[in-house]
C-alpha cells in the first residue's frame, strides 16, 4: 500500500522531482528486506544483546547473564531429556558434561553447575540454554564459563568443572531451571538434547555420604557391616555411583537402595557412540579413573549440598566417634559449635591391614581387628559443610573465603581404613609397619552391639551368597549381643 502511494504521487510530479523519490522507494526496499530476513527479528528478544557472546548489554553499559528467545521449530518443543551420567557431547567440543545441578547457596541469582570432561587442548567456548518449563522453544541463551579443571594427572580427558548462570528476570520471573541444553556457537542451532537440573533440598541437622564409585566386586559380609555401622552412626543418607559390578555386590547395594538410606547412580563417563568404560581391578587406578572418581565427588559436593556435612569416604573407612559421642551426627555439632569459622574437618586414618586379624572376634570381619597403626599424611579423608566450601575431591578441601580448615582430633574420631598398605606410601615401610608402629586400636568394640542388633533384622539369608552365607548368618543370628533391648535406640552420648 506505501509502495502504491509513492507511485502515484510521482506521476502526479514533474520529472525534475523523481530522483529524490525514486532512491526513497529503493531505500525503503533495502530496509524492509533486511528487517524480514534477519534471524533475530523473527523471535521476541527480551533483551537485546549480541547473540554471538551474550554478555554485553548496549543499553545498560552492564554485563548480563543470557538473552531471552523463543524459537519457532516445532521439532524442539519437547526432547528426552538425558539422564545424569550418560552425559552429552557438546557439538564440535570435546567436552561431555554428565551432570547439571544448582548451587543452592548463589541465590537470588540461579547459578547451574556443569560436572564435565573435556579435552585439555580443546575449544571451551559453548552456550547453556536455560529453560524454565517442558516447552523448550523458549530459553535463556547463557555464555559457560570454566570455574575448575584438575590438572594434577594428564590424561585424554579432564576432570572439569563449568557454570551459567541466570536471573529470574531473564526467565519471565520463573526461580527454577528446569532443563538445559547446550550449543557450541547458538542455541537457535545444532543444540543437544536437555539435561534436567536437580535442585537439592535443604536438609538441616543432617549428614550424608558420598562413596563416589564402586566397581567389580566387594565382599557382601563387608558391606553389609558397614552400612549397618553407618546406620547406627545416624548418617541420613549415602550416594554411591557404579559401574560394573558383580552381582553379589549389587545386590546389597539394591537392598539398602529399597531401605531409602543409598542413592544409586549409574556412572557411565566418557561414553562415545553407545561404547562404555567398564571398570575392573586392573583398570580402576588409571591416571583417567582418577579424574573420573574425583569427578564424582564433586558431584557429590553439588548432589548432597542441602545436607549441612557431607563425608567423602570408601566402604573399606570406618569413622568411629570416640567417648563421650555415640554418633558422627553429635560429634559434628560439638566440633561446629567449637569451630564456627570451619568449612571442612580433616579425618587422618589408621591403617589396619588384612593380615593384622586377631580373630579374638568370632562373628563380625572389621571387628578381629585389635592393633592398627598411623599412617598420615596418606590417606587423608574430609567432612566437609557444603555451604562454606568451595572445592571437595577426594583428598582436598578448598573453603570459601572466611573460612577454615581444621583436623578431627584423635581423642574425638578415629578414622578406620581397612586396606593393605600400598608401596606408593614412599615414607612408610610397609615390611614392619607391625614392629614398629602398631598401637592397640579397640575403638570399635563398643558398638558391636548396637551394629548386631540391627544385622538380625536384615534378610541376611537373601543378601549373602549362599557358598559363604551359612556359617556368617548363623552366627550372626545366635549372637546374644544383638537381642537386648537396651541397643534398640541410638544413644547420643555413652558414659
Keep these: 500500500m506505501l509502495l502504491q502511494k509513492f507511485h502515484s504521487l510521482a506521476l502526479s510530479m514533474s520529472p525534475r522531482c523523481l530522483a529524490p523519490i525514486f532512491f526513497a522507494i529503493i531505500f525503503a526496499n533495502i530496509v524492509i528486506y533486511l528487517l524480514w530476513t534477519s534471524p533475530a527479528s523473527r523471535v521476541p528478544v527480551r533483551r537485546r544483546s549480541n547473540l554471538d557472546d551474550g554478555e554485553y548489554h548496549a543499553d545498560s553499559h552492564r554485563k ?70 517442558d516447552d523448550l522453544r523458549e530459553f535463556v541463551q547463557v555464555p559457560a564459563r570454566l570455574d575448575y ?3 594434577r594427572y ?32 547458538s542455541c537457535m542451532d545444532n543444540r543437544t538434547p536437555p539435561m534436567t537440573v536437580m535442585t537439592p533440598e535443604r536438609r538441616t541437622f543432617e549428614f550424608a555420604i558420598c562413596t563416589k564409585v564402586v566397581y567389580d566386586y566387594l565382599d557382601p559380609r563387608r558391606l553389609l557391616e558397614w552400612f549397618t555401622f553407618m546406620e547406627v552412626m545416624g548418617a541420613s543418607k549415602i550416594l554411591t555411583f557404579h559401574n560394573n559390578v558383580h552381582n553379589d555386590t549389587m545386590t546389597v547395594l539394591n537392598y539398602f537402595a529399597k531401605t531409602g538410606l543409598l542413592e544409586l547412580i549409574e556412572f557411565d563417563p566418557r561414553n562415545r557412540g553407545g561404547v562404555s568404560v567398564k571398570y575392573t581391578a586392573r583398570n580402576g587406578q588409571t591416571h583417567q579413573a582418577h579424574h573420573d572418581k574425583t569427578l564424582a565427588a564433586r ?13 567423602t569416604i570408601d566402604f573399606d573407612e570406618f569413622p568411629v566417634p570416640r567417648r563421650p559421642f555415640g554418633t558422627i551426627s553429635f560429634l559434628l555439632e560439638e566440633l561446629a559449635r567449637n569451630f564456627s569459622d570451619a568449612a571442612a574437618f580433616r579425618m587422618e586414618p589408621i591403617l589396619l591391614p588384612p593380615d593384622w586379624l586377631s580373630r579374638k572376634e568370632p562373628v563380625l570381619y572389621h571387628w578381629q581387628f585389635t592393633r592398627g597403626v598411623h599412617i598420615r599424611p596418606y590417606g587423608n579423608k574430609w567432612v566437609y559443610a557444603p555451604p562454606f566450601t568451595w572445592m571437595a575431591s577426594t583428598h582436598n578441601v578448598v573453603p570459601k573465603d572466611g573460612y577454615k580448615t581444621y583436623v578431627v582430633p584423635q581423642e574425638h574420631l578415629h578414622f578406620l581404613h581397612f586396606r593393605s598398605c600400598k608401596l606408593e606410601w614412599h615414607s612408610v615401610n610397609c615390611s614392619s609397619l607391625y614392629q614398629r608402629l602398631a598401637q592397640d586400636e579397640d575403638s570399635l568394640l ?47 552420648f555413652d558414659t
Design 64 to 133: 548480563i547473564k543470557g538473552v531471552y528467545i523463543r524459537s519457532l521449530d516445532m521439532a524442539q518443543s519437547y526432547q528426552q531429556s538425558i539422564p545424569h551420567w550418560k552425559g552429552v557431547w557438546i557439538p564440535n567440543r570435546s567436552i561431555q558434561v554428565m551432570s547439571v545441578i544448582e548451587d543452592i547457596y548463589q541465590r537470588p541469582e540461579i547459578k547451574i553447575v556443569l560436572l564435565s570432561f573435556l579435552k585439555h587442548s580443546s575449544n571451551r567456548k559453548f552456550y547453556c540454554c536455560m529453560h524454565w518449563s
Design 149 to 151: 579443571i584438575d590438572l
Design 154 to 185: 594428564m590424561a585424554e580427558l579432564q576432570g572439569a568443572a563449568f557454570e551459567c548462570s541466570v536471573r529470574p528476570s531473564e526467565m519471565n520471573g520463573s526461580h527454577r531451571v528446569k532443563y538445559v541444553s547446550f550449543a557450541s556457537e
Design 299 to 311: 558431584d557429590c559436593q553439588y548432589r548432597l549440598s542441602g545436607y549441612d556435612y557431607v563425608m
Design 446 to 492: 563398643r558398638f558391636a552391639d548396637r551394629v548386631l542388633s540391627k544385622l538380625q533384622r536384615h534378610p541376611l539369608e537373601k543378601l549373602i551368597p549362599l557358598s559363604t552365607s551359612f556359617d556368617y548368618t548363623s552366627k550372626v543370628r545366635k549372637d546374644p549381643r544383638g537381642r537386648g533391648k537396651l541397643f534398640e535406640k541410638t544413644l547420643l
